[in-house]
């Protein structure tokens, strides 16, 4: 089987949220990046289990962006990816990535393809909406379970309220969160082969963009927090009540 | 021309985040100058002439109960047929489960740009922008849609309902379904507790608690409340509480209008799941606790005194009320 895993770098979750350039612009520096956490912990590591279940699974990176997404792809393949490929874009317009992707996953015979269920800087959780209606194949979303016998996938998604198991012929375009795999560690062995790994650069292909970020705001301060005392717990029901009118 | 909502339905029932689309829809088309309608997939036992008092002009269904459930690649083609058939221009969705299955897809067989997570209505001085949260809710974006079909999905619990009057005309679009993919062979849904994104009141538990054994206390309070439950994520990992209700970051994403955090420290990646809430109180016994930043009411003190006291207090309003 072939398992196309779709890495995005995002900024460390610690990370000091700040815009320059007349707020038309993330401010990154200082900024750590790290693997999209979703795309590490969930995606990927689905992608090594099968592997370590079935050693003829084929697990292939892909991410869209510039120069500095390659420590992140780096990294991947320090986790166990096979090989990986760049293409060279930065973009933020969630249909221009897909659009990239589709390009690479439609020659590519995969019978996977998994994505972190959204991105911690954007929150769009589209691309891998788009990606499967590129590829005009089935989608699960938001995934919380997912288990392959021969060629069929047994995932469970949340729904309102509850979980959804369903079955599902590859191939199969799937949004993975937790419950999906277990977070790992990289190891020495791993870090020590990904240096050998391919690590293949693209050029992209013309796509227009359907959107485009004008600016960003951050949110107001928020006013004091008011206290009360640890004697007068009814105090703060009855602002509850009166004040807030939360219940 | 015209704005076209997608209702979203749990047991033939429509969801409390479509009316928040229908709302919003309506206040778009005003914006606008054009009507909204309402888009129905699945049977629903719903009145859907009386889906009107929001404002929608009519109601078209697909009464096919495949669409019952919900499969991606079957919803969007179905909802891009009826685009194309309504003659509609703007899409509204709830960026909730369904949403997010769907949405986006629709936005790719349209070429229709989308913006999800939105929070504003649109801004149409200059364009179409929409603002969206964020950075886990840390910040927003203003999006400009450019393309002529344009595609929203809105933050389930942004915006409030409302209504006055009126019927819609319910009227079937003859549109093919295609066969499912997805074979649904189970469904899971926690019975008789509220579900955590769309409820309006949470209370939420972490590592101060101690342990399982103490979560009576909060789950009173709760109860008291009418409240849905959540937990800090080293809470869901020690497996002291579900993991689906661990929220933040990396978990489940909410903005009720009242979060109660109970021995909660705060960290950023905690409130990145919580941030949206409209009121926000926190309990901890810790002064300097980073989450007392990001609260509107708080008490300094122990959570194994201050619920007990606090459930004891919200029932006495409750019953005077
Ligand atoms: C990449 C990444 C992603 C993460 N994602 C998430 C996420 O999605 N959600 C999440 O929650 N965390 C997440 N975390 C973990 C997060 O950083 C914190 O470690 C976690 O939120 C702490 O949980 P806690 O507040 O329950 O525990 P603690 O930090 O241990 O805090 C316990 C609090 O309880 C108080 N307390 C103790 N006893 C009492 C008492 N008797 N009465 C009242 N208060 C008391 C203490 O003063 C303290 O403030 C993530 C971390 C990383 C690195
Ligand atoms: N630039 C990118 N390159 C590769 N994959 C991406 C990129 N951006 C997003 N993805 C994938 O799509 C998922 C959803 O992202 P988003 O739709 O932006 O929230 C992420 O978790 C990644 O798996």
Not at chain 2, 18 to 45: C, P, R
Not at chain 2, 133 to 147: D, L, M, P, Q, Y
Not at chain 2, 234 to 260: M, S
Request: contains cysteine; negative net charge.
């Amino acid at each position: 089987m072939k398992i196309l895993v779709c890495i995005s770098k995002a900024p460390d979750t610690t990370a000091k949220i700040s815009f320059k350039d007349s707020n038309r612009k993330f401010e990154e520096a200082g900024v750590q990046w790290i693997i999209n956490p979703y795309d590490e912990w969930y995606a990927l590591v689905k992608a090594i289990e099968l592997k370590e279940q079935d050693a003829n699974n084929t697990i292939h990176l892909i991410t869209v962006g510039g120069v500095d997404c390659e420590p992140i792809i780096r990294k991947a393949l320090a986790l166990g990816g096979d090989e990986a490929i760049r293409i060279n874009v930065d973009s933020d317009d969630s249909y221009c990535i897909a659009a990239q992707i589709a390009e690479v996953a439609k020659n590519g015979n995969y019978d996977l393809v998994l994505t972190g269920k959204e991105t911690i800087d954007y929150n769009s959780s589209s691309i891998g909406g788009m990606l499967s209606e590129l590829l005009d194949m089935p989608y699960i979303s938001l995934a919380t379970r997912l288990e392959i016998e021969g060629n069929t996938a047994k995932v469970s998604r949340e729904i309102d309220g509850g979980e959804e198991t369903a079955e599902v012929t590859l191939p199969l375009v799937v949004s993975c969160q937790k419950g999906v795999a277990e977070q790992r560690i990289p190891n020495m062995r791993g870090i020590m082969a990904a240096r050998t790994k391919p690590l293949k650069v693209s050029e992209p292909i013309t796509i227009n963009a359907l959107t485009s970020i004008v600016s960003f705001d951050l949110p107001p301060a928020k006013a004091n927090v008011k206290l009360v005392a640890a004697d007068n717990v009814a105090e703060l029901a009855r602002l509850l009540h009166e004040e807030a009118k939360a219940f | 021309m015209s704005v076209l909502i997608i209702i979203d339905q749990t047991d033939n029932q429509i969801k409390k985040s479509s009316f928040e689309a229908l709302t919003y829809g309506v206040s778009v088309a005003n914006q606008l100058g054009t009507n909204a309608d309402a888009l129905v997939l699945g049977t629903v036992n719903d009145n859907l002439p009386e889906l009107g008092k929001y404002g929608i002009k009519k109601v078209y269904t697909i009464s096919n109960t495949k669409l019952n459930v919900v499969d991606a690649q079957v919803y969007a083609a179905a909802i891009a047929t009826a685009t194309n058939e309504t003659g509609a221009n703007v899409l509204i969705f709830s960026h909730n489960q369904t949403g997010k299955a769907v949405a986006a897809r629709v936005s790719a067989k349209l070429q229709a740009g989308i913006v999800t997570g939105a929070c504003a209505l649109p801004d149409t001085t200059n364009g179409f922008v929409v603002k969206k949260t964020v950075f886990s809710g840390k910040a927003f974006a203003n999006v400009s849609i450019n393309t002529p079909i344009k595609i929203i999905a809105i933050n389930p619990n942004s915006f409030y309902t409302s209504f006055t009057d009126g019927t819609a005309e319910v009227s079937e679009l003859n549109i093919t379904v295609g066969l499912p993919k997805v074979r649904v062979i189970d469904v899971n849904k926690i019975s008789g507790e509220v579900p955590l994104t769309e409820a309006d009141i949470v209370v939420s538990g972490g590592r101060g608690l101690k342990g399982p054994e103490n979560w009576g206390i909060l789950l009173d309070l709760a109860k008291e409340l009418g409240a849905a439950t959540a937990c800090s994520r080293p809470v869901g990992d020690a497996h002291w509480r579900p993991h689906h209700e661990h929220v933040g970051q990396t978990g489940v994403q909410i903005a009720p209008n009242l979060y109660i955090a109970i021995g909660i420290s705060g960290a950023i990646q905690h409130l990145a799941g919580v941030n949206r809430s409209k009121v926000i109180v926190v309990i901890n016994k810790d002064p300097e606790a980073p989450f007392f930043k990001a609260a509107d009411y708080g008490i300094v003190g122990d959570a194994f005194e201050v619920l007990p006291q606090l459930t004891e207090a919200i029932k006495k309003i409750k019953a005077s009320a």
